[in-house]
T-cell receptor, first 115, second 115 residues
């Protein structure tokens, strides 16, 4: 079975500072990895996904993530935080067994951005 | 509509009542997923449909939970004899076709509170 670990529940950065949200996964087969963002009272929105084509993945809103197999990690970064980035971020994994591409999510990290 | 819609957005039920939660996926999307998101947690998989066929219901927590998608479009998640531990946000997601490379589009969720 696959799993995702997101250490810490809350990250606070200043506007303009680097954003780093950590995600480690566990999977016995090659995983597909995703980052989703959730704004209050809204559904989850896909930021980016890793599907084995390239280890450095660029997403929307200036976010990117790097797949590191040796570290079983898929950390999310953004060079310069904006106030509008304040939201909850979820890392998720899907494995290619069977026809069901269900997602297994981490617990999520709340990002706060200070002016 | 342009996205996945869910109704009602909020539902308050007395313990023991039955509830029905509706999901309208994006038109033409083959795959439909239900997830349960408890407070402070990431979404957890409940069940999966490919068109009208329920291919995976391994995440349903008890036989009080039942889902259907009779015509391969709209889906309903029904919870019988609700309990307090059923309080959560129920998310619906759809994707155009089956496959791990395909983005799941999420609805805004239904927040169920069982008193």
């Amino acid at each position: 079975a696959q799993s995702v670990t997101q250490l810490g529940s809350h990250v606070s950065v200043s506007e303009g500072a680097l954003v780093l949200l950590r995600c480690n996964y566990s999977s016995s087969v090659p995983p597909y990895l995703f980052w989703y963002v959730q704004y209050p009272n809204q559904g989850l929105q896909l930021l980016l996904k890793y599907t084995s084509a390239a280890t450095l993945v660029k997403g929307i809103n200036g976010f990117e993530a790097e797949f590191k197999k040796s570290e079983t990690s898929f950390h999310l970064t953004k060079p310069s935080a904006h106030m509008s980035d304040a939201a909850e971020y979820f890392c998720a994994v899907s494995v290619s067994t069977g026809a069901n591409s269900k997602l297994t999510f981490g617990k999520g990290i709340t990002l706060s951005v200070r002016p | 509509g342009a996205g996945v819609s869910q109704s009602p957005r909020y539902k308050v039920a007395k313990r023991g009542q039955d509830v029905a939660l509706r999901c309208d996926p994006i038109s033409g999307h083959v795959s439909l997923f239900w997830y349960q998101q408890a407070l402070g947690q990431g979404p957890e998989f409940l069940t999966y449909f490919q068109n009208e066929a329920q291919l995976d219901k391994s995440g349903l927590p008890s036989d009080r939970f039942f889902a259907e998608r009779p015509e391969g479009s709209v889906s309903t998640l029904k919870i019988q004899r609700t309990q307090q531990e059923d309080s959560a946000v129920y998310l619906c997601a759809s994707s155009l076709v089956e496959g791990h490379n395909n983005e799941q589009f999420f609805g805004p969720g239904t927040r169920l509170t069982v008193l």
